[in-house]
T-cell receptor
């Protein structure tokens, strides 16, 4: 089975722009979670989707949003980018929506200038 | 929400020695505790996990212990090797918590040959 695939792997944006990141989960996995990783804060939970529904959301401003499609692929969007949004955005998928192991992708490295 | 703290932030050990990383959690309802290893530039990968109905779990050179009363859990690596050098993250979750993991901020382990 192919692992979790995230695109793009690297991107550079300027303040005020918006960005869309994509995640394809492992085949058969219907739960997709997003995490922001920064050196100072570690991994912080953004949101989680299951069957196209957002089930849980972390403590991030409304500029951070996401969605999940019927094929379980997920996207997250960050609007009006700020310098502090520079981070590695990690997607993780799970077969079991409540008790399963999370499998992470390689991440999308976002730099905001 | 759940708060996970991880100590120490950096740990250097001589090859062949043991390494121990400790984490504390705040939510007494948490019942799943995974450990992830992240090598430089790579994705976090699950190395071992434990559920609250057991106190210890071992997998070759890696073991995890859990003290529910004190709300802390530890990762033990014996006979460390250079390839054990990485950042290790502990996490906690309540089953049924929609796959929302609360992570510690990570521990940089350096194995000195």
């Amino acid at each position: 089975k192919a692992g979790v695939t995230q695109t793009p792997r690297y991107l550079i944006k300027t303040r005020g722009q918006q960005v869309t990141l994509s995640c394809s989960p492992i085949s058969g996995h219907r739960s997709v979670s997003w995490y922001q990783q920064t050196p100072g804060q570690g991994l912080q939970f953004l949101f989680e989707y299951f069957s196209e529904t957002q089930r849980n959301k972390g403590n991030f401003p409304g500029r951070f949003s996401g969605r999940q499609f019927s094929n379980s692929r997920s996207e997250m969007n960050v609007s009006t980018l700020e310098l502090g949004d520079s981070a590695l955005y990690l997607c993780a998928s799970s077969e079991d929506p409540n008790t399963g192991e999370l499998f992470f992708g390689e991440g999308s490295r976002l730099t905001v200038l | 929400g759940e708060n996970v703290e991880q100590h120490p932030s950096t740990l250097s050990v001589q090859e062949g020695d043991s390494a121990v990383i400790k984490c504390t959690y705040s939510d007494s309802a948490s019942n799943y505790f995974p450990w992830y290893k992240q090598e430089l530039g790579k994705r976090p990968q699950l190395i071992i996990d434990i559920r609250s109905n057991v106190g210890e779990k071992k997998d070759q050179r890696i073991a995890v212990t859990l003290n529910k009363t004190a709300k802390h859990f530890s990762l033990h690596i014996t006979e460390t090797q250079p390839e054990d050098s990485a950042v290790y993250f502990c996490a906690a979750r309540r089953d049924g918590g929609n796959n929302r993991l609360a992570f510690g901020k990570g521990n940089q382990v350096v194995v000195i040959p």
